[in-house]
């Protein structure tokens, strides 16, 4: 069981928007930023968003994100074939002293 | 360009030790903290311990805590986790990460298969 809570899949067609939450609580949404990552099969995770809202270059932006209060959002665009991919979110939790993560969100475009 | 190399994974029987590497490169890597974060064959990642970037002070999730040992020799810009007692369910890729206010480069993971 993951300590932040995204929904297990999404899905869109080619050129629509889809948005996946985040949902944890105060001591670590609530105290800290966020930070979104994509996964491909067989790689590495590979940082997205940060401090809830940055992409980092090279990132399109396609690619957008926002926190409020104690959940987060990720957003994506323009949907295109090649973001098919799994995406965590992630911060960093006071009480565990560490960084937690979602159970992830498996995107499909159809 | 950063780069993070982990090594030393493997098969190993419950309640074996494994000891694993990450090369990194292309940064200053005494000036960054450090992390282990580990994914379960078709699980999502799970933070497993960080160490400050002079190597003072570590923590760890608490299923792994008193069993794994991170450390890490600045001299030779490599990171470190020692396995002990392992147990099926600590079948993953561990991935080390730099952390730059958050995990941001990631290395290419190495498997650890806890099996008899």
């Known amino acids: 069981q993951s300590v932040l809570t995204q929904p297990p899949s999404a899905s869109g067609t080619p050129g629509q928007r889809v948005t996946i939450s985040c949902s944890g609580s105060?001591?670590?949404?609530?105290?800290?930023?966020v930070n979104w990552y994509q996964q491909f099969p067989g790689t590495a995770p590979k940082l997205l968003v940060y401090?809830?809202?940055q992409r980092p270059s090279g990132v399109p932006d396609r690619f957008s994100a926002s926190k409020s209060g104690t959940s987060a959002s990720l957003a994506i665009s323009g949907l295109q074939s090649e973001d098919e991919a799994d995406y965590y979110c992630?911060?960093?939790?006071?009480?565990?002293?560490?960084?937690?993560f979602g159970g992830g969100t498996k995107l499909t475009v159809l | 360009q950063v780069q993070l190399v982990e090594s030393g994974g493997g098969l190993v029987e419950p309640g074996g030790s494994l000891r694993l590497s990450c090369a990194a490169s292309?940064?200053?890597?005494?000036?960054?903290?450090m992390s282990w974060i580990r994914q379960a064959p078709g699980k999502g990642l799970e933070w497993v311990s960080y160490i400050t970037s002079s190597g003072t002070y570590t923590s760890y999730t608490d299923s792994v805590r008193g069993r794994f040992t991170i450390s890490r020799d600045n001299a030779k810009s490599t990171l470190y986790l020692q396995l002990n007692s392992l147990r099926a369910e600590d079948t993953a890729v561990y991935y080390c990460?730099?952390?730059?206010?958050?995990?941001?480069?990631w290395g290419q993971g190495t498997m650890v298969t806890v099996s008899s």
């Open positions: 990460a730099r952390e730059a206010a958050r995990p941001d480069y």
């Open positions: 401090s809830n809202d």
């Open positions: 992630a911060t960093w939790d006071d009480s565990l002293d560490g960084w937690v």
């Open positions: 292309g940064f200053t890597f005494s000036d960054y903290y």
């Open positions: 105060n001591s670590n949404i609530g105290s800290n930023t």
